[in-house]
């Protein structure tokens, strides 16, 4: 059983540092990225981070991470709220899965509030920041390990 967990990203989070700041922050994704790697190695996981514009590239990811990884963190970015593509992905797969939202997705537009892809997560953490990602991180952890031992 695989302890790599593939960290995904959906659109405009490669903008991270110069996008709305007051959401989202200063920190860049490839900031992200550098405290996700520090954060895994101390729970002695790898991981596989990666970021793109186009949610079938998403869904051609969670399908690759079903193959290879032992979990997935994912922030769909707006695809969150309109993907049945990435719902069904992630049922298809059948690995647990960690939902990422920089911003409190609940305290913004009512557009935001639902997420496809929570009822198919473990867990959704949302609004504080990216430190959700070593949040969740820590949060699979055990669910890694519990696979292994299965
Ligand atoms: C986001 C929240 C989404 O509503 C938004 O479309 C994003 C980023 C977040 O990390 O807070 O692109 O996923």
């Given at each position: 059983m695989s302890k790599t967990v593939f960290i995904l990203n959906g659109p405009n989070l490669n903008l991270l540092g110069k996008r709305e700041p007051g959401i989202?922050?200063?920190?860049t994704l490839d900031e992200i990225r550098d405290d996700c790697v520090a954060a895994a190695r101390d729970l002695q996981i790898s991981t596989e981070f990666r970021q793109t514009n186009h949610e079938g590239v998403l869904v051609d990811w969670i399908q690759e991470a079903g193959e290879k990884a032992g979990g997935i963190i994912i922030n769909?970015?707006?695809?969150?709220?309109?993907?049945i593509a990435i719902h069904d992905a992630i049922r298809g797969v059948k690995l647990p899965v960690a939902e990422v939202h920089l911003s409190n997705i609940h305290a913004?537009?009512?557009?935001?509030?639902?997420?496809?892809?929570t009822p198919v997560a473990v867990g959704m953490i949302c609004g504080f920041g990216p430190l959700g990602y070593t949040l969740a991180l820590q949060a699979l952890a055990p669910q890694l390990q519990a696979r292994e031992e299965q």
């Open positions: 989202y922050g200063g920190k769909p970015g707006a695809y969150s709220h309109t993907s913004r537009e009512a557009f935001r509030h639902t997420s496809m892809v």
